[in-house]
């Protein structure tokens, strides 16, 4: 606690924490982990912490008073690092652990910020230095290297085992949905606190003109935004796509999202189904345009088919007040309910029967609309994002301060 004297008066002025801010992927990239770890520094920054934020050589820059970033060494055999567990991704994590070390002794935090598989940098760190660690629980990382490689099942064991030491090791654990907030409970955690993500359709982002090509369709206008992973399920939607296609629906999707690599690949089974003419790839688009192509749609797709975390861009499709249809399996069923998303089994027949009745039944899209927005603004707004993440870093702050009584270094 640091006293100033103003005007023969006291004045209190909280100490703030050094923080050390580890983001195992490129950044800024407009997409899920990334967005989330922006909407932290924006808080923390706000707060008044300093932050060192240690992240991968690709993404643009940002600034935000009081947060410092640093990038491992720029590698030009490493390009466009994808979502989700990779060679790729192993040779950065290489280079991360030693510049987080470097950092760790030149910078002393306080405080370990720590997000997906950095969390057992950080559980080593606080073996050998005592230095307590915030593990940001996006995914669970042995659940992911399973889905994505079935091969190493047979070792499912040994990453839950180090899963399991970078939970209960943590100060506190973040899990961003119920879900995960389970699985982090199994190995007996010290605390955890649920960050659900929210909408990106507030006054925090500045909404730009964007393409009005959508708007003249005249076909019932079904949009998807994300990448083109296999596990987002987009598969399942042109497999519904082209059942429905003998029904007399005039139906329309647009894509946005994808690497060129990706949207090539799609465009040839879009081809291969017949329904090339149905469906239209926009590429990436910036969040910053995103309220105004979800205005153009009619009805929002999230089609994911693995995992457990809700999607993030589930609240943006939600705050937009147009009707979501959605799989119903548990990466949304422990967010969204009948009452305000169409929920369909992950088969395309499933999917192809809500698409067609959500596309002859405008009321029920208009209910579905409204019911949706008025959910994502009353449980997923950036101020109940800033709310939770300011409450819990003066709670770590005076927590690490009884254990730490000389924070001056």
């Known amino acids: 606690m640091v006293l100033v004297i103003v005007h023969s008066q006291f004045v209190t002025i909280q100490s703030k924490m050094k923080v050390l801010l580890l983001a195992p992927q490129p950044f800024f990239e407009d997409r899920g982990t990334p967005i989330a770890v922006d909407l932290i520094l924006r808080v923390l920054s706000e707060e008044g912490h300093e932050v060192n934020v240690l992240t991968y050589h690709e993404g643009s820059d940002r600034s935000y008073p009081g947060i410092t970033f640093h990038r491992i060494p720029r590698l030009p055999f490493i390009r466009n690092i994808r979502p989700g567990f990779s060679w790729k991704k192993v040779v950065c994590d290489v280079f991360l652990s030693f510049q987080a070390l470097y950092l760790l002794i030149a910078k002393r935090p306080h405080l370990v910020h720590a997000l997906e598989e950095t ?62 907030a389970a699985i982090a409970q199994r190995y007996g955690p010290k605390q955890i606190v649920l960050l659900p993500d929210i909408s990106l359709l507030t006054n925090q982002f500045e909404l730009s003109s964007a393409s009005e090509e959508l ?28 059942a429905c296609a003998g029904n007399g629906q005039r139906m329309y999707l647009a894509v946005i999202g994808g690497t060129d690599a990706l949207i090539e690949a799609y465009k040839i089974r879009c081809a291969e189904l017949g329904i090339e003419d149905q469906v239209k790839f926009l590429g990436p688009k910036p969040v910053t ?107 770590l702050e005076e927590r690490i301060g009884e254990k730490q009584p000389s924070r001056s270094g």
């Open 215 to 242: 708007r003249g369709v005249p076909r019932v206008r079904f949009m998807y935004v994300g990448n083109l992973e296999s596990y987002q399920g987009i598969d399942l939607v042109l497999e519904a796509m082209s």
């Open 119 to 180: 969390s057992l940098l950080a559980w080593g760190f606080r073996l050998v230095f005592r230095v307590p660690y915030l593990y940001d629980m996006d995914s669970s990382f042995a659940d992911q290297l399973v889905e994505k490689h079935p091969a190493l099942t047979r070792v499912l064991g040994v990453f839950r085992w180090f899963e399991a030491r970078a939970i209960r090791g943590a100060e506190v654990v973040v899990p961003v949905c119920p879900a995960l």
């Open 289 to 395: 345009t995103l309220g105004t192509w979800l205005e153009q749609a009619d009805v929002l797709l999230s089609p994911r088919t693995k995992g457990v975390n809700t999607p993030m861009k589930v609240y943006s499709y939600l705050d937009s007040g147009k009707p979501l249809l959605a799989t119903r399996l548990p990466t949304h069923t422990q967010v969204l309910t009948d009452e305000f998303a169409c929920l369909a089994d992950p088969d395309p027949t499933s999917w192809a029967d809500a698409m067609v009745r959500l596309a002859e039944d405008k009321n029920e899209r208009d209910r579905l609309g409204a019911a949706g927005k008025a959910f994502a603004q009353k449980h997923h707004s950036f101020d109940a994002f800033e709310a939770t993440v300011s409450t819990l870093y003066r709670e």
